[in-house]
């Protein structure tokens, strides 16, 4: 028998185009979490109340539910690139509005919601049409190489972000986070700028009804996508303890804005250290696996965290959630990514973008409003107990996410599943 290829982890980083694209995810993740650190951590300066840590998942959550699938079907329309540039202009300028009214004292939190708003109608933009992209830009045999690369840097930009918004809260105030997502923007819509994707594959489809209906009727009808879209969904609603760290750094924890910023970035550490794992060894061939070993290991450490009292402990189960949600994360987009044909990359990325993202908002908005019914610790805890009864429930309704094998995806994918 023939000797298998050698595995390259540097095979996506040899290409000029794929440092590029990755230059600009790591700005625009950096910065991107910066911001959402910041605007956490000003919400709860100014209202002292969980209950609006809630609020702030419920603003994002709006947009997003309306506009997904839309903005899906215009990624698969446009040119991404162009779309991409578009979005980040428009939250750069959020961000301008942000930084002027904190550096002349005139943040409210009507101010700062519908800020959020006009960010996350942005997001709903660019996240597709930068996902979809990354196929036009690396060469189809390091392609899955380069989605675990690209969420390795994304990991790596996770850490960045909260530990420099903890960092310039606790020297600057929260002007210094805003200033920094100014400069991180900017970086990112020049490295946009400087990109040259490849035309999308097949037919340019349109933005209609129509378009947005094969999409779903494409997702839906996909065992294995919809499962792994479903476990995000529940997972993260039912772990959201990132909406609480601002009130576990202040009222449980007591370590101010550098421990929040530290708490922060604890989950992104652990994420980078398992995204770096996932790149240096071979491809996992069964991703169904790792993905349900990955949301159980997240339910666990959110119990974990929830009941910790001590911030080294604390610090040590966020990063074991990070880690989880990472290698979660990598399984996902590579399956997700791998079963859908390229023109269909930007409504099957909305879609997943929908059940997380609107994951994400419900999570905030679930754990705010029980920290404020009950406590902070009762919601975390009893979340991660919810995110493992949700990941039976979804093993028991998807059996086929447990046996499947990435060349079953590729086949399905290249004949136009």
Same mark, same amino acid.
């Given at each position: 028998?023939?000797?298998?290829?050698?595995?390259?982890? *540097?095979?996506?980083?040899?290409?000029?185009?794929?440092?590029?694209?990755?230059? /600009?995810?790591?700005?625009?993740?950096?910065?991107?979490?910066?911001? $959402? !650190?910041?605007?956490?951590?000003? @919400?709860?300066?100014?209202?002292? %109340?969980?209950?609006?840590?809630?609020?702030?998942?419920?603003?994002? =959550?709006?947009?997003?539910?309306?506009?997904?699938?839309?903005?899906? &079907?215009?990624?698969?329309?446009?040119?991404?690139?162009?779309?991409?540039?578009?979005? $980040?202009?428009?939250?750069?300028?959020?961000?301008?509005?942000?930084?002027?009214?904190? *550096?002349?004292?005139?943040?409210?939190?009507?101010?700062?919601?519908?800020?959020?708003?006009?960010?996350?109608? !942005?997001?709903?933009?660019?996240?597709?049409?930068?996902?979809?992209?990354?196929?036009?830009?690396?060469?189809?045999?390091?392609?899955?190489?380069?989605?675990?690369?690209? $969420?390795?840097?994304?990991?790596?930009?996770?850490?960045?972000?909260?530990?420099? #918004?903890?960092?310039?809260?606790?020297?600057?105030?929260?002007?210094?986070?805003?200033?920094?997502?100014?400069?991180?923007?900017? #970086?990112?819509?020049?490295?946009? @700028?400087?990109?040259?994707?490849? %035309?999308?594959?097949?037919?340019?489809?349109?933005?209609?009804?129509?378009?947005?209906?094969?999409?779903?009727?494409?997702?839906?009808?996909?065992?294995?996508?919809?499962?792994?879209?479903?476990? %995000?969904?529940?997972?993260?609603?039912?772990?959201?303890?990132? &909406?609480?760290?601002?009130?576990?750094?202040?009222?449980?924890?007591?370590?101010?804005?550098?421990?929040? +910023?530290?708490?922060?970035?604890?989950?992104?550490?652990?994420?980078?250290?398992? !995204?770096?794992?996932?790149?240096? =060894?071979? $491809?996992?061939?069964?991703?169904?696996?790792?993905?349900?070993?990955?949301?159980?290991?997240?339910?666990?450490?959110?119990?974990?965290?929830?009941?910790?009292?001590?911030?080294?402990?604390?610090?040590?189960?966020?990063? *074991?959630?990070?880690?989880? %949600?990472? @290698?979660?994360?990598?399984?996902?987009?590579?399956?997700?990514?791998?079963?859908?044909?390229?023109?269909?990359?930007?409504?099957?990325?909305?879609?997943?973008?929908?059940?997380?993202?609107?994951?994400?908002?419900?999570?905030?908005?679930?754990? +705010?409003?029980?920290? &404020?019914? *009950?406590?902070?610790?009762?919601?975390?805890?009893?979340? /991660?107990?919810?995110?493992?009864?949700?990941?039976?429930?979804?093993?028991?309704?998807?059996?086929?996410?447990?046996?499947?094998?990435?060349?079953?995806?590729?086949?399905? !994918?290249?004949?136009?599943?």
């Amino acid at each position: 028998m023939p000797d298998s290829p050698r595995h390259d982890p *540097m095979a996506a980083l040899r290409q000029p185009p794929f440092l590029v694209y990755t230059v /600009g995810r790591f700005a625009s993740g950096a910065g991107s979490n910066m911001l $959402q !650190a910041a605007l956490a951590w000003e @919400v709860y300066e100014i209202s002292h %109340d969980p209950f609006a840590l809630g609020v702030m998942g419920l603003v994002r =959550f709006v947009p997003q539910l309306l506009l997904a699938l839309f903005a899906g &079907a215009v990624a698969d329309a446009v040119d991404r690139r162009g779309l991409v540039i578009a979005s $980040q202009i428009a939250t750069l300028l959020c961000a301008a509005v942000l930084l002027f009214a904190s *550096m002349t004292h005139h943040s409210s939190l009507l101010l700062i919601y519908a800020v959020i708003v006009l960010i996350a109608l !942005a997001s709903e933009f660019e996240h597709p049409a930068r996902l979809s992209m990354l196929a036009s830009i690396v060469r189809p045999e390091t392609f899955q190489n380069a989605i675990t690369v690209s $969420q390795t840097f994304g990991a790596l930009a996770s850490i960045s972000g909260p530990a420099l #918004a903890g960092l310039g809260i606790a020297t600057v105030g929260v002007a210094g986070a805003y200033g920094g997502f100014v400069a991180l923007q900017i #970086a990112s819509i020049v490295s946009s @700028v400087l990109l040259r994707p490849r %035309d999308v594959e097949g037919e340019r489809g349109e933005v209609s009804l129509g378009a947005i209906k094969e999409g779903l009727r494409f997702v839906l009808g996909h065992e294995v996508l919809m499962a792994c879209m479903s476990l %995000d969904l529940v997972a993260v609603i039912f772990g959201g303890a990132e &909406a609480l760290l601002p009130v576990y750094a202040t009222d449980v924890l007591h370590v101010g804005g550098i421990g929040y +910023g530290i708490l922060a970035a604890s989950m992104n550490a652990g994420g980078l250290l398992a !995204a770096v794992g996932l790149v240096a =060894f071979p $491809q996992i061939q069964r991703p169904g696996r790792a993905l349900i070993a990955a949301v159980a290991g997240f339910g666990l450490a959110t119990i974990w965290f929830g009941l910790s009292r001590s911030l080294p402990l604390s610090v040590a189960a966020y990063a *074991m959630v990070g880690m989880s %949600d990472q @290698v979660s994360n990598v399984m996902r987009s590579t399956t997700e990514n791998i079963a859908t044909p390229d023109a269909l990359r930007g409504r099957m990325n909305s879609v997943s973008s929908l059940f997380s993202g609107t994951s994400n908002q419900l999570g905030a908005v679930e754990s +705010g409003f029980v920290a &404020a019914a *009950m406590t902070p610790t009762f919601a975390v805890v009893t979340g /991660g107990i919810g995110c493992l009864i949700a990941l039976g429930l979804v093993h028991l309704l998807a059996p086929h996410l447990w046996r499947y094998r990435i060349e079953d995806l590729e086949a399905e !994918a290249a004949g136009g599943a």
